[in-house]
């Protein structure tokens, strides 16, 4: 109890202070890796926003506008793309930014042995070459149309002078203590478990950021997040849709929608013989009511989904395809054909009369994630599969769970770029096909589209994949999120994008 006041007193006393040093406070829900390069959840990339910048970063439409790069040229077909960098940068640490980091952070990227998670979205890198200390020349072995967008996703630049020859996920000195970047902030003090203490880089190329400094808190608990944004310990939570009604109507809280280009899922380990069979994942499509789920958990704050294309990429979302309802019956009916019936209790088994059992994994403390699973949990059981929850802290979950491959089935999310290229999370054997899905038509269908840059042709391709992932589901996709903000009202300068875009520019923001 003394350490749980101690805890408390801390936090108030740094609420306090935040707002009077105009320090921005937010919240993340696990210890941060903090080198894009091996970032693999959600609150890394959220700090390494501020840290790391790229060449290119997103506007408000999601389309690529300089950043580390002042320009750039596509030719030879759309095979070359020559960036000229910016001349004035420096690292946090005061040594210049030039072309050598770049040309380190791409080969580090696509180099296998490296441990990147983003070799599969730059597969198409064939060489890149610095051109002088301020050019870099990138050479792609194929037309590539989303690699200016990926660019801007979550591609920071490293530095080669400090990282060159290292081992990228064994340097916990760089990775989780002190990270050198060109970002408009720069890493003053981590305290595992508790916080990571930002403060402005005055030499930011870009002019000194408006506000002092940023303090990421680590609150795994969304409930504690909200109280925390009510008391003004924190400055911006996102909040689902359970939290809304604790924060409407609260003086210095303003609420915002963002597009989130999000799928939540279940993932299948496709590795347990229990998934191997489509029917199966086919037939968990009909076993969940997702519409209870989007009207009651959610209520109504979400999509309803058809494949893992979310409404919010609106130029390839295919609206016409009919989406899988609820129906039991139907569920039974494909199980059945892929061996598996209810026994004389109810219990679906085999032809040898083994359960169909296993155990559904999600992270604590965010009450829609727990109570979806919850609702999946009830309505697998009720077509007779032994399914268990268990929850996890999101961090652990993903480290020694998801990355390893070391579950049954785990609820979940992604996050994709502005781009309807899923190649590396649905393609056979990439960086983030946690599911282990393997479909070779979807293989060739998600390599044309990311190879096409006709918009027309492209759209066909991914209706094309996404009628396919309804026939053998990667995935059962249980919605598509709207990203609902609730921010303090004297945070502005925040431009109107969901908070991992929107951190790209955090030298405009400003607490009044």
């Given at each position: 109890m003394k350490r749980t006041l101690m805890t408390l007193g801390i936090a108030l006393a740094c609420g306090v202070a935040g707002a009077q040093t105009n320090i921005l406070q937010l919240p993340l829900i696990n210890d941060p890796i903090m080198n894009p390069l091996i970032a693999p959840d959600l609150g890394s990339i959220l700090v390494n926003k501020v840290i790391f910048s790229g060449l290119v970063r997103p506007d408000e439409n999601l389309q690529p506008v300089p950043d580390l790069a002042k320009s750039w040229t596509v030719t030879n077909g759309g095979l070359v793309y020559t960036f000229a960098l910016r001349d004035n940068i420096r690292w946090h640490d005061g040594e210049p930014f030039t072309a050598d980091d770049v040309v380190y952070t791409f080969k580090t990227a696509i180099n296998p042995k490296s441990g990147s998670r983003l070799a599969s979205d730059f597969s198409s890198i064939k060489s890149v070459e610095a051109k002088g200390k301020y050019t870099v020349r990138f050479v792609l072995s194929r037309p590539f149309a989303p690699f200016l967008i990926l660019l801007g996703h979550n591609a920071g630049i490293l530095p080669k002078h400090l990282l060159d020859g290292k081992d990228l996920n064994s340097n916990t000195a760089f990775n989780r203590q002190l990270p050198i970047g060109t970002g408009p902030f720069k890493v003053s003090r981590v305290v595992p478990g508790a916080s990571v203490t930002l403060e402005a880089n005055k030499d930011y190329y870009g002019g000194a950021p408006k506000l002092a400094g940023i303090t990421f808190k680590v609150v795994p608990d969304l409930n504690t997040q909200v109280a925390q944004l009510r008391s003004g310990q924190l400055d911006w939570v996102n909040v689902e849709p359970s939290n809304l009604a604790s924060v409407q109507g609260v003086p210095n809280i303003v609420i915002k929608q963002a597009n989130a280009i999000q799928h939540f899922l279940v993932f299948f380990n496709l590795k347990n013989p229990l998934f191997t069979a489509p029917k199966v994942r086919e037939a968990m499509q009909y076993a969940v009511n997702r519409k209870a789920i989007i009207d009651g958990i959610l209520k109504g704050y979400a999509d309803y989904p058809t494949g893992t294309i979310p409404t919010a990429l609106r130029t390839y979302y295919d609206k016409t395809i009919k989406p899988i309802t609820y129906d039991p019956a139907q569920a039974l009916k494909l199980l059945a054909q892929a061996g598996w019936k209810p026994d004389a209790k109810g219990a679906l088994v085999n032809a040898k009369g083994e359960?169909?059992?296993?155990?559904?994994?999600?992270?604590?403390?965010?009450?829609?994630?727990?109570?979806?699973?919850?609702?999946?949990?009830?309505?697998?059981?009720?077509?007779?599969?032994?399914?268990?929850?268990?929850?996890?802290?999101?961090?652990?979950?993903?480290?020694?769970?998801?990355?390893p491959g070391k579950y049954d089935a785990n609820l979940i999310w992604w996050t994709t770029p502005p781009d309807p290229d899923q190649y590396s999370f649905y393609a056979t054997g990439q960086d983030n096909n946690e599911a282990a899905w393997s479909n070779a038509k979807a293989d060739t269908l998600l390599k044309r589209g990311r190879e096409t840059v006709d918009p027309v042709v492209r759209k066909n391709i991914y209706n094309a994949f996404q009628r396919l992932t309804m026939q053998d589901p990667p995935v059962l996709v249980l919605y598509y999120p709207k990203e609902i903000q609730a921010i303090s009202k004297d945070l502005t300068g925040v431009p109107d994008l969901g908070i991992r875009d929107a951190l790209r520019y955090s030298e405009r923001f400003q607490l009044r």
């Open positions: 359960p169909f059992k296993f155990t559904l994994i999600v992270d604590k403390g965010n009450a829609t994630r727990e109570q979806s699973a919850l609702a999946v949990q009830q309505d697998l059981k009720k077509i007779g599969m032994d399914v268990t929850l268990q929850t996890l802290e999101f961090g652990t979950l993903v480290r020694d769970y998801l990355i």
